[in-house]
């Protein structure tokens, strides 16, 4: 079956535009996760979705950063008025629901350049 | 805050090789603990889950321990392979919460 799917695969913007990530779960998933993976950083978590709430946004690094999900499906990340430093890749991830014994599983990401 | 560590950094070691990932993390509280593989440019592939009740997990020629009391990890790959050149992730879940926590990662060459 289809894995996590995330579009664009690469983007590459101007510092001050905003920009939309979208990910794809897996099919049925009900738990979505972002995630950032930048090299002074490491990989960091940013939000969690059940179903279309979002529980769990402790990790967004400010108010620039929002995401959504609609029809528990499909999520959008957002980010406005990008800086240099949001420059990373950011990952998608689903599981099929948020009990411990659910693996999460990964999309192949968005690599996001900000000149 | 859980934090988690990953030794050593970076590992070369000539095919055949059987070889240890370490992985180790300050709070013991967790629900479970998953390996990954990422590969350059791409995302991240689940290798293993180890559920906090399980000591480990094995699959093909990966095993995995936990140690939960001690906080610690193992990711052991028996006849390495130059295709099994990655970077090994290890990632923890907490009480808090439901995300994954990272180590570092080891970056893995296996020359042939």
């Known amino acids: 079956g289809a894995g996590v799917s995330q579009s664009p695969s690469n983007k590459v913007t101007e510092k001050g535009k905003d920009v939309e990530l979208r990910c794809d779960p897996i099919s049925g998933h009900t738990a979505l996760y972002w995630y950032r993976q930048s090299l002074g950083q490491g990989l960091e978590f940013l939000i969690y979705?059940?179903?279309?709430?979002?529980?769990?946004k402790s990790g967004l690094p400010s108010d620039r950063f929002s995401a959504e999900r609609t029809g528990g499906s499909v999520s959008t990340l957002t980010i406005q008025r990008t800086q240099q430093e949001d420059s990373a890749v950011y990952l998608c991830a689903s599981s099929f629901s948020r009990e411990s014994y659910n693996e999460q599983f990964f999309g192949p990401g968005t690599r996001l350049t900000v000149l | 805050k859980q934090e988690v560590t990953q030794i050593p950094a970076a590992l070369s070691v000539p095919e055949g090789e059987n070889l240890v990932l370490n992985c180790s993390f300050t709070d013991s509280a967790i629900y479970n603990l998953q390996w990954f593989r990422q590969d350059p440019g791409k995302g991240l592939t689940s290798l293993l889950l180890?559920?906090?009740?399980?000591r480990e997990q094995t699959s093909g020629r990966l095993n995995a321990s936990l140690d939960k009391s001690s906080g610690r990890s193992t990711l052991y790959i028996a006849a390495s392979q130059p295709g099994d050149s990655a970077t090994y992730l290890c990632?923890?879940?907490?009480?808090?919460?439901?995300?994954?926590?990272f180590g570092g990662g080891t970056r893995l060459m296996v020359k042939p």
């Open positions: 180890i559920q906090s009740s399980q």
């Open positions: 990632a923890v879940r907490g009480n808090a919460g439901n995300m994954l926590t």
């Open positions: 979705f059940q179903g279309n709430s979002a529980p769990d």
